[in-house]
């Protein structure tokens, strides 16, 4: 069945470092990708997204390219802050979206085991 | 615009004993789903609900059990607790048939079975 692979942490930075998390994924169709973030009791918050391949999602200094060739969606950012300390997961979700004509379909999400990020002043 | 709520927040449980979680989800969604997230681990998607009715389902056994409500809330059930069962159980709502969907998470229940 599909699953998602990350790297696994805890990874240890020093503010203004580059960051890097890697994610590969196996899934038979063609997924929707996902980075989610999970601050100190605290739920998840969607990070960013790519729904087709060589889209690149951002969001607050932080990337991930949908790569087919390598099935990979790697999370960079080039300059962390203590506040960026948290827990990262990659995501899939197994089905794509239809679109509102075909009524869409929100596929399950499946995550990866979570990276925990440190980002030490 | 309201987020996801969850309650309760935690909970204690006794083995055996039958829980019943609370999710309320985000104004102008018609989906919802619920997780279950171990510690260290990722979560797991436990199943779907859209119109009341169940629209995917993991890979758990169906002591797990749950309904949404005309409101679009939700209850996941879960009977005869075991000590596995201790988790984060997050609920998640989001807009089927949106093209821009995401799912909008709350922040959890945490159960704990002893």
């Known amino acids: 069945g599909d699953s998602v692979t990350q790297m696994e942490g805890p990874v240890t930075l020093s503010e203004e470092a580059f960051l890097t998390i890697n994610c590969t994924y196996t899934?038979?169709?063609?997924?929707?990708l996902f980075w989610y973030v999970q601050y100190p009791g605290e739920g998840l918050q969607l990070l960013l997204k790519?729904?087709?391949?060589?889209d690149k999602g951002s969001n607050k200094g932080f990337e991930a390219t949908y790569r087919k060739e390598t099935t990979s969606f790697h999370l960079e950012k080039g300059s962390v802050q203590v506040s960026d300390s948290a827990v990262y997961f990659c995501?899939?979700?197994?089905?794509?979206?239809?679109?509102?004509?075909?009524?869409?379909?929100?596929?399950?999400?499946?995550f990866g085991k979570g990276t925990k990020l440190s980002v030490k002043p | 615009e309201t987020g996801v709520t969850q309650s309760p927040t935690h909970l204690i449980k006794t083995r055996g004993q039958q829980v019943t979680l609370r999710c309320s989800s985000q104004s102008g969604h018609n989906t919802v789903s619920w997780y279950q997230q171990a510690l260290g681990q990722g979560p797991q998607f436990i199943f779907q609900y859209y119109r009341e009715e169940e629209n995917g389902r993991g890979n758990f056994p169906p002591r797990f059990s749950g309904l949404q409500f005309p409101n679009y809330s939700s209850e996941l059930n879960v009977n005869a607790l075991e000590l596995d069962d201790s988790a984060l159980y997050l609920c998640a709502s989001s807009r089927l048939g949106d093209p821009n969907y995401g799912y909008t998470f709350g922040s959890g229940t945490r159960l704990t079975v002893v």
């Open positions: 899934a038979t169709g063609y997924p929707s």
């Open positions: 995501a899939l979700s197994d089905r794509p979206i239809i679109g509102l004509t075909g009524g869409g379909s929100q596929g399950n999400l499946i």
């Open positions: 790519a729904t087709k391949a060589d």
